[in-house]
């Protein structure tokens, strides 16, 4: 940012990213804590603080100039020129895709990279320079900087209590009897938690102990790599809602690690956006969420759908992110930006202050042209009344030792054509019914009837009529990286999805069906492990289309894509259904995926159906307070969003 | 709670031994009647063949009784400690093992804990220096311990260490415990060279696989000492270990044989190899039913172990 133009940092500016600082430079370093601030436009943040900001880089604040990291095994380049300052108390987040480097980043800061990687630049924590330093690094773990991890199933050591997990980061001389019940305290969970066992908490408690585990040491910089990805909508806003509260009271730098442009804005002082390891914007969170002065930041944000609306089209960016060295010597964005010129493909631009605490990496950051209004929403079109290609009625399934039912009498029917999307949290049922659906579960009790037939116990079935269900229906599944056998071609996968329905599977007919979901004909030779999570579930979505099923089970297809991933893959869902005319089944935990696709919403909660009706009623009238809570939970990008 | 939770884990697993070690011990009863010739010709072995000695085993082991009765009489015997007579020298069959038993159980005692001493440390070395020489070394060595077949090995260790530096004993087992321990160390050494192979690799890559876990990045992350971290991944490495160290203390049950000919000690491996060799049906019999209840109970401890140490395993929680 601007503070980090003056003084020592741009003297010693090894990196590209340092070496911008002559645009905006400010005369005088005790004036630029006052610039910083007039980013962060009516941020909570006032000029008081403003004036200790220069002393930060000092004490309890974070310094990276010209961080790099490479892997000398390949000789390749991961990240390059990222630079950025964390002062003292400030929040910070640093968004990007995967690919972006942005986990990357905070773990060279903190020396914590995974074994093979190496990382050159300067680092400066709390005051002191521990690049260079690993004695330092260590001592200052726990009590100067902590690291909050993603995953609340695998950050905790999975046989050890988790009070003792806790007490074992406590500074010397702590008193756990004392310390352990305060820190559960200060992360909203009752005392006995301390003597259970992780595997006996929920993700969301795992999550607050993982927070408590970080506090231990009294940190005065808390980073979190995306804290609240794994967590349902609800409890994404309530532990980050927290993590805030407690970095406000603690007065802790915070740098928040997040794929979710709207989130950051709601939860961090300053953003950092970051594409295929390089810095392509920095701002106030409320005046980069205004205006973006990156085409890159722009098309991200474009790219989130938005809950209250249904968009024609969601404006997706063609293409994937690039390998940082893929990229070297011209703009990361180049080849996917439209205002992209001659120059853009020529040169490597580093940020360069455009205002007083905005920096971009455009070359054209000046001249861009005004951001064109938010889409208008659509409203649905009205499609006719068709018979039914699903009815199910009373669907019941317990699992054993389950304290309660996952499906307690779910009803639910999809007309010919229509998109249906089920929405709910993890252990609402949503996936058991499309799992029993596709016949991969057997319901205790209830009927399926899959276009007419009696399909509630597939195992019952003639083998004709279990062929004939499987291409009235066809499913997709979440994790593109499991979902395709590692050792098939993705030519001999299609293939035999076509011969399974008796269709001619000749390499022409392969190669049709990968151009129908947007891939290359060169495809069919490769092997899954050398595509990205948007093309595997693009053949995914082929293997599933392959005999033109009248239904398609879609289980959070693309919850775990980027979201300029996902703006295609839902693109190409909406496509497909218009030429199929395929109905879908659209199983998700997002609503704002929802509303751009389905025609109809049932909510599920705790296997129950709790409210159903057209997408439009249920989003912008909800009638259970369920949905309510749902919709609040997704984040809108406005700093009041943690409530 | 806790207790109750213990008591139900624990009826379980032994119930499941129970049932196991039944279905073993109609098979071992089976060994009377697959053995060649007649079952009377094979429980009178060297013997003459006189009425009085056939009358005599056909009332001893109920031979007119259909073949149900049979098994819950031998059963019966069997659970009195009433094991049969050996063919080969006319004594009761419990006898010969009780007065052998105690070697071969030291025997597997001793192998498994010079297997655990060396194995252990080596693989945590391999799996904290991973890719660097040490580790080659490690990984190296394991791979030779786990192809050296263990009368090799003994023959290998009886030359350099007994014959050429006379350290220790050629054979013999020895008076007084300190005596003991000198001569039964090159024979535990044979048996342990494999395991400790076995350990290495297991336990490497157990620790491997731990030491790449979110919650060891985690723990490093909030400032725990290296120490405490090793202990976090070390605890969470013990499953595949225990597994290692139950297979290990069965393959030693099995390795004794051909060790104890190796090294002449009086053990119940030297045992069933001169029983085999005489085709004393009723020594071999008594001999596989108890190499059959020594790995069930093995096999029991690993479990109890598994539940000691993992939660999950007694509370029923899913991993996931």
Redesign the interface.
């Known amino acids: 940012m601007a503070s980090r133009a003056d003084g020592p940092g741009a003297g010693n500016a090894g990196g590209p990213g340092t070496g911008g600082g002559g645009a905006g430079r400010p005369e005088a370093a005790g004036l630029s804590g006052g610039i910083r601030d007039a980013g962060l436009s009516g941020d909570v943040r006032g000029a008081g603080l403003s004036g200790d900001v220069r002393n930060a880089g000092l004490s309890g604040g974070v310094r990276v100039e010209g961080l790099a990291v490479r892997q000398p095994a390949t000789g390749r380049t991961l990240l390059s020129g990222v630079s950025f300052e964390v002062a003292p108390g400030e929040s910070v987040a640093i968004v990007g895709e995967s690919g972006s480097g942005k986990s990357l980043t905070v773990r060279a800061m ?1 020396g ?1 990279l995974p ?1 093979g990687l190496e990382a050159t630049g300067r680092v400066d924590v709390d005051g002191v320079r521990v690049d260079d330093d690993p004695r330092t690094r ?1 001592r ?4 100067v900087v ?2 909050l ?3 609340p ?8 209590r988790v009070g003792r997990q806790i007490a ?2 406590l500074p010397k001389g702590a008193d756990p009897k004392v310390e352990v019940p305060r820190l559960l305290a200060e992360v909203g969970l009752p005392e006995d938690v301390a003597g259970r ?1 992780p ?2 908490l929920s993700g969301g408690m795992r999550q607050r102990v ?1 927070l408590a ?2 506090l ?2 009294g940190p005065r910089v808390l980073v979190a790599d995306e804290p609240t990805t794994a967590l349902d909508a609800t409890t994404q806003r309530e532990v980050l809602a927290l993590v805030r509260r407690i970095q406000r009271e603690r007065d802790m730098a915070f740098v928040l690690i997040t794929h979710d442009l709207r989130l950051a804005f709601s939860t961090c002082d300053r953003v950092v956006v970051m594409y295929a390891g390089r810095i392509m914007e920095t701002g106030g969170a409320a005046a980069v969420r205004n205006e973006q002065l990156h085409p890159y930041t722009r098309a991200l944000l474009a790219a989130e759908p938005p809950a209250d609306r249904r968009l024609a089209v969601i404006p997706a960016v063609p293409g994937s992110v690039p390998a940082h060295d893929a990229v070297a010597d011209r703009c990361a964005f180049a080849e996917r930006c439209s205002l992209a010129v001659a120059e853009c493909l020529a040169v490597g631009p580093v940020p360069k202050a455009v205002r007083p605490g905005r920096e971009s990496a455009c070359l054209r950051a000046t001249e861009l042209p005004a951001q064109p209004a938010p889409a208008p929403g659509v409203t649905l079109p009205f499609r006719g009344l068709a018979d039914a290609v699903l009815d199910v009625r009373d669907l019941r399934r317990t699992f054993a ?1 389950a304290g309660r039912p996952a499906l307690a009498g779910v009803s639910l029917s999809i007309a010919s054509g229509e998109v249906v999307g089920v929405v709910g949290e993890s252990g609402s049922g949503k996936t058991t019914l499309a799992r029993c659906v596709a016949g991969l579960e057997r319901p205790d009790a209830g009927t399926i009837l899959l276009d007419g037939v009696d399909c509630s116990d597939y195992g019952r079935l003639s083998r004709t009529a279990v062929r004939q269900a499987r291409r009235t229906a066809q499913m997709i599944f979440q994790d593109p990286y499991s979902t395709l056998n590692p050792a098939r071609t993705i030519g001999a996968a299609l293939a035999e999805a076509l011969r399974a329905d008796g269709r001619p599977a000749a390499s022409g007919d392969v190669a049709r069906l990968l151009e129908s979901v947007g891939l290359g004909r060169d495809m069919a030779g490769m092997r899954p492990a050398g595509l990205s999570g948007g093309e595997r579930q693009r053949v995914a979505i082929a293997r599933a289309v392959a005999g033109e099923p009248r239904l398609l089970i879609c289980d959070e297809p693309v919850s775990a894509l980027d979201v300029s991933v996902q703006a295609q893959i839902l693109g190409l869902l909406a496509e497909l259904r218009e030429r199929l005319s395929m109905a879908m089944l659209f199983i998700t935990h997002d609503l704002a995926v929802v509303r751009q696709i389905a025609d109809r919403l049932y909510v599920l909660e705790a296997g129950r159906c709790v409210e159903t009706g057209s997408a439009d009623q249920v989003l912008d009238a909800p009638a259970h307070p369920y949905t309510r809570a749902l919709l609040a939970s997704v984040p809108d990008g406005s700093a009041g969003w943690l409530g | 709670m806790a207790w109750r939770s213990w008591g139900a884990f624990l009826l379980r697993r032994f119930a499941g031994t129970a049932v196991v070690v039944v279905l073993l011990s109609i098979g071992v009863f089976g060994l009377l009647y697959l053995a060649p010739g007649s079952v009377q010709q094979t429980l009178l072995g060297t013997r003459p063949a006189t009425p009085e000695t056939i009358a005599a085993i056909q009332a001893r082991y109920h031979l007119d009784d259909p073949l149900p009765v049979q098994y819950l009489s031998w059963l019966g015997g069997v659970l009195r400690g009433d094991l049969g007579v050996s063919i080969r020298t006319g004594s009761p069959v419990a006898d010969m093992i009780g007065d052998r038993l105690p070697l071969t159980l030291a025997l597997t005692g001793y192998g498994t804990l010079l297997s655990l001493l060396a194995g252990i440390p080596l693989g945590v070395a391999g799996a904290l220096r991973r890719g660097r020489a040490t580790d080659r070394l490690v990984v190296t060595a394991g791979v030779v311990g786990l192809s050296a077949p263990p009368f090799a090995v003994g023959l290998l260790l009886l030359v350099v260490f007994a014959a050429w530096l006379g350290w220790f004993p050629v054979y013999g087992t020895g008076e007084g415990l300190a005596d003991q321990i000198w001569h039964l160390t090159l024979p535990a050494a044979a048996l342990a060279v494999g395991a400790v192979g076995m350990l290495v690799r297991f336990s490497r890559a157990a620790l491997i696989r731990e030491l790449d876990q979110d919650y060891v990045v985690f723990a490093r992350a909030r400032g725990l000492s290296s120490a405490a971290v090793l202990g976090y991944a070390l605890r969470n490495s013990l499953v595949p270990i225990l597994t290692a160290a139950g297979l290990i203390v069965t393959g030693m049950l099995a390795g004794t044989v051909l060790v104890e000919v190796t090294f002449a000690l009086p053990g119940l491996g030297s045992l069933l190899v001169d029983s085999v060799t005489f085709k004393d049906v009723p020594a071999v019999q008594a001999l596989a039913l108890l190499l059959t209840l020594l790995i069930a109970v093995v096999n029991l401890l690993v479990d109890v172990g598994y539940s000691v140490v993992d939660p999950r395993v007694r509370l029923g929680g899913r991993t996931s």
């Open positions: 903190l914590l074994r260590a200052q773990r726990g009590g902590s690291l991890m993603q995953d199933f695998t950050l905790l050591n999975p046989l050890r074992d980061g066992h595997f006996q993982g585990a970080a231990a040491g030792g």
